[in-house]
């Protein structure tokens, strides 16, 4: 579509002329179902931590991340994820701990789907809260990680967490091949219906820092997670991770970070038309709240502006820090 250039007939500002005439011509909306609830969430006693890094964020404890739950469907908000702070004397070399059927995360699953039966739960798949080096799967002597035996213990990892009734399953590891063993795996043990959201085009992003404070894996992490995640100058690259990641039997897609890669959401929506989803990640919450805080930007136009910039960029949803505050803020639509 050109242009036009014949003023004064066309005036695109007539359609802006009031708050009605803007709500009517309107492309896309952001509504409480577009929202996915992170709840970080300790393993220690006592109530919840704040982490210094994300001013106005915790980590919840057992029994404050079950309170969330319920706080997050009475607002309708559909679906939450889980990501555990593990004790150090509980992490090793191998993530053992990630096995542990008995271990937080299986337990609060079961918990929450017996307490709060309308939200949906998902699990990162993913080995970083549970090693001591903080790489997310096995490393080998040189500290690359090791691609098939992390996804042998993936797997493993996914199949504990459906077992605890997990709706969602949501590896973040970025390994070769692992959707597919993933489900193949899920398949066979009967869990037909179990989703799996792929971090599909997750980047190697600065923007993680405090998202690894609060898991308790940033002072661990040796090295980068280069390796394994994408170079954030590349683009084509994620559409030949969505391919196989929908090959390998996803359900939905995820782009990683959120709002510096609008354009890879973009395209992605673009091309396969899946369920895609936004995590407007750690980083991006603390740099954003951050400035809310010191009174430099306004927050709640800034918060409802970030969130809907990730409609507009064809998100179906969005994992954000904030989902509590947008929530209240929209109401039930
Ligand atoms: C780990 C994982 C990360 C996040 C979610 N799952 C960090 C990483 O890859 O180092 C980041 C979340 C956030 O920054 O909010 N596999």
Redesign the pocket.
């Given at each position: 579509m050109k242009p036009t250039s014949q003023f004064p007939l066309a005036r695109p500002r007539r359609n802006r002329k009031a708050d009605w005439a803007r709500r009517l011509v309107r492309e896309t909306e952001l509504c409480v179902n577009d929202l996915i609830l992170?709840l970080i969430v300790h393993d220690g006693d006592g109530g919840a931590q704040p982490i210094a890094s994300m001013p106005g964020i915790s980590r919840h404890s057992f029994l404050g991340a079950i309170e969330q739950a319920k706080i997050a469907a009475d607002l309708g908000i559909p679906m939450l994820a889980i990501?555990p702070h593990i004790d150090a004397n509980k992490k090793d070399a191998e993530g053992r701990e990630a096995l542990n059927e008995k271990g937080l995360v299986p337990t609060l699953v079961a918990q929450i789907k017996a307490q709060v039966p309308n939200i949906g739960i998902m699990c990162?798949v993913?080995l970083?809260p549970y090693t001591d080096h903080g790489h997310?799967g096995l490393i080998d002597e040189n500290g690359y990680m090791l691609n098939d035996e992390t996804v042998n213990i993936l797997v493993k990892q996914a199949l504990i967490q459906a077992q605890a009734g997990c709706d969602v399953i949501a590896p973040?590891?970025m390994c070769d091949g692992r959707i597919g063993l993933i489900r193949r795996e899920l398949e066979a043990a009967g869990f037909h219906n179990t989703q799996i959201m792929a971090y599909a085009a997750?980047f190697a992003s600065a923007?993680?820092g405090?998202?690894?404070d609060a898991i308790g894996s940033q002072g661990a992490l040796k090295g980068d997670?280069k390796t394994y995640?994408m170079d954030p100058q590349n683009s084509d690259e994620a559409l030949v991770e969505v391919a196989l990641d929908i090959e390998e039997g996803a359900d939905m897609l995820l782009v990683k970070p959120g709002m510096p890669y609008l354009d890879i959401l973009r395209r992605i929506k673009d091309e396969f038309g899946r369920p895609t989803f936004a995590?407007q990640?750690?980083?991006e919450y603390a740099m954003l709240e951050a400035a809310i805080q010191n009174g430099w930007l306004d927050g709640a136009r800034v918060r409802m502006e970030a969130l809907q910039c990730f409609k507009r960029a064809g998100a179906d949803g969005i994992i954000s820090y904030w989902a509590l505050e947008a929530a209240k803020e929209l109401g039930r639509k």
């Amino acid at each position: 579509m050109k242009p036009t250039s014949q003023f004064p007939l066309a005036r695109p500002r007539r359609n802006r002329k009031a708050d009605w005439a803007r709500r009517l011509v309107r492309e896309t909306e952001l509504c409480v179902n577009d929202l996915i609830l992170p709840l970080i969430v300790h393993d220690g006693d006592g109530g919840a931590q704040p982490i210094a890094s994300m001013p106005g964020i915790s980590r919840h404890s057992f029994l404050g991340a079950i309170e969330q739950a319920k706080i997050a469907a009475d607002l309708g908000i559909p679906m939450l994820a889980i990501f555990p702070h593990i004790d150090a004397n509980k992490k090793d070399a191998e993530g053992r701990e990630a096995l542990n059927e008995k271990g937080l995360v299986p337990t609060l699953v079961a918990q929450i789907k017996a307490q709060v039966p309308n939200i949906g739960i998902m699990c990162d798949v993913a080995l970083d809260p549970y090693t001591d080096h903080g790489h997310d799967g096995l490393i080998d002597e040189n500290g690359y990680m090791l691609n098939d035996e992390t996804v042998n213990i993936l797997v493993k990892q996914a199949l504990i967490q459906a077992q605890a009734g997990c709706d969602v399953i949501a590896p973040s590891d970025m390994c070769d091949g692992r959707i597919g063993l993933i489900r193949r795996e899920l398949e066979a043990a009967g869990f037909h219906n179990t989703q799996i959201m792929a971090y599909a085009a997750k980047f190697a992003s600065a923007f993680y820092g405090p998202y690894r404070d609060a898991i308790g894996s940033q002072g661990a992490l040796k090295g980068d997670k280069k390796t394994y995640q994408m170079d954030p100058q590349n683009s084509d690259e994620a559409l030949v991770e969505v391919a196989l990641d929908i090959e390998e039997g996803a359900d939905m897609l995820l782009v990683k970070p959120g709002m510096p890669y609008l354009d890879i959401l973009r395209r992605i929506k673009d091309e396969f038309g899946r369920p895609t989803f936004a995590f407007q990640v750690s980083g991006e919450y603390a740099m954003l709240e951050a400035a809310i805080q010191n009174g430099w930007l306004d927050g709640a136009r800034v918060r409802m502006e970030a969130l809907q910039c990730f409609k507009r960029a064809g998100a179906d949803g969005i994992i954000s820090y904030w989902a509590l505050e947008a929530a209240k803020e929209l109401g039930r639509k």
